[in-house]
């Protein structure tokens, strides 16, 4: 064992003023929420409380949260508290397909869906998007995926849209989707990673039979914790009880988030209804910013006008600077740093994505004035 063990106690977080990365900006905690992580800090912090089913438990309100509040919110039967988005998507797939089963997804999936369907035994058809600029991905898609699947004589047993996707931010028309795949008695899930918590989202308005969130993603909460939500039809195998232990739901390995992760979650969630109710300001907000960037030479890729916080850009001209600057393809990190705005991962240029999900009005004067700055500063030179 090395003696310098002590550097371990002292983990200081180092962060910018502003932080535009997507992944973040939807998990900042409450005010209320960072005092129930400090309250239930401990380790199965929550099972002082359990009779033997985590989502019973009536003190703390979890058998409220779970069973009643939770169904309403995703407009859902049955809902569970998950790991996060990845473990309620393998949940799903481990209990709804059978080894060797294709499941059909969009191109823009993210990759978690991809390894939760490899850990399930699944083979993939993809629904490809319309490339460069929309990246579009339509209901026509998925009829001709689940087609071709059936010609490689499979058994078709899901379909998976990402609402929005990750990289572009870009909402399909989840309900002609769903109309699609139940013409051919396909259940779809729905990834709303980035949609739930931030905007208003409905499984059975939308037509899908399961539906999967991020607590740390979407939902103001430290994580990591997610929700899975189903059908009643899907809900009943998904969450089976074990025929030998009693009160312990088999996929879900009798209990998942056993403390503060939802506890945070809980105690977020009031404000997360709140703000979901502001979403048309979210989306305007998105909009100006994009129009912003336009005009210092950059370009919005996906839908346009766009309809959610992630966007993406292109950026030949901060790509150029990168080929002459010090530091070359980091000027940009380093430069947005020295301006107290972090999230642009280092080394990009060319293209990134950002969000400005609950930045305020003058914190996006800021970073435009940021990217402004920096444009100038080279072309001056
Ligand atoms: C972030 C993200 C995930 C992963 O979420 P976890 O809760 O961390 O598993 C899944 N899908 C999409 C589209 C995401 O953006």
């Not at 879900?252 to 979650?265: D, N, Q, S």
Request: aromatic residues 8%.
């Amino acid at each position: 064992m090395p003696d310098n063990l002590e550097k371990f106690t002292c983990l200081k977080r180092d962060i910018a003023k502003i932080n535009i990365d997507p992944l973040q900006r939807g998990g900042i905690l409450t005010p209320a929420a960072r005092e129930a992580l400090l309250e239930w800090g401990d380790g199965y912090s929550i099972c002082d409380f359990c009779a033997g089913m985590l989502d019973r438990i009536t003190n703390p309100p979890v058998e409220e949260f779970v069973h009643a509040v939770l169904p309403e919110f995703l407009g859902t039967d049955e809902v569970r508290v998950t790991h996060g988005a990845r473990e309620s998507k393998f949940a799903a797939m481990h209990a709804l397909c059978e080894k060797g089963d294709w499941v059909v997804m969009d191109g823009n999936a993210h990759y978690t869906t991809v390894l939760a369907a490899e850990r399930a035994g699944l083979k993939i058809e993809y629904v490809p998007s319309s490339k460069e600029p929309d990246y579009a991905i339509t209901a026509e898609g998925y009829v001709q995926a689940i087609e071709r699947a059936y010609e490689h004589k499979g058994n078709v047993s899901m379909a998976v849209l990402t609402y929005p996707d990750g990289n572009y931010g870009n909402l399909a028309d989840a309900g002609a989707i769903s109309g699609a795949c139940h013409d051919y008695g396909v259940p779809l899930l729905l990834n709303g990673a980035y949609s739930v918590g931030r905007m208003p989202v409905n499984a059975r308005e939308l037509g899908a039979d399961i539906i999967v969130a991020s607590g740390h993603k979407s939902m103001a909460a430290s994580g990591p914790v997610g929700l899975l939500g189903a059908s009643e039809e899907y809900a009943k195998t998904i969450f089976r009880l074990s025929p030998t232990k009693k009160n312990k739901e088999v996929e879900l390995l009798g209990c998942t988030v056993r403390g503060a992760p939802l506890l945070t979650l809980m105690a977020s969630f009031p404000a997360v209804v709140e703000r979901i109710r502001h979403w048309p300001e979210e989306v305007e907000k998105a909009r100006a910013f994009s129009a912003e960037m336009e005009k210092l030479g950059m370009k919005q890729l996906g839908d346009r006008p766009h309809n959610h916080d992630l966007m993406f850009f292109l950026a030949e001209n901060l790509f150029e600077i990168s080929q002459k600057a010090k530091k070359g393809r980091y000027f940009l990190y380093r430069d947005l740093k020295e301006r107290g705005i972090s999230g642009i991962k280092p080394g990009l240029t060319r293209q990134f994505k950002l969000s400005t999900f609950g930045l305020s009005k003058e914190e996006m004067d800021e970073v435009i004035r940021a990217f402004d700055e920096i444009i100038n500063s080279y072309e001056n030179q």
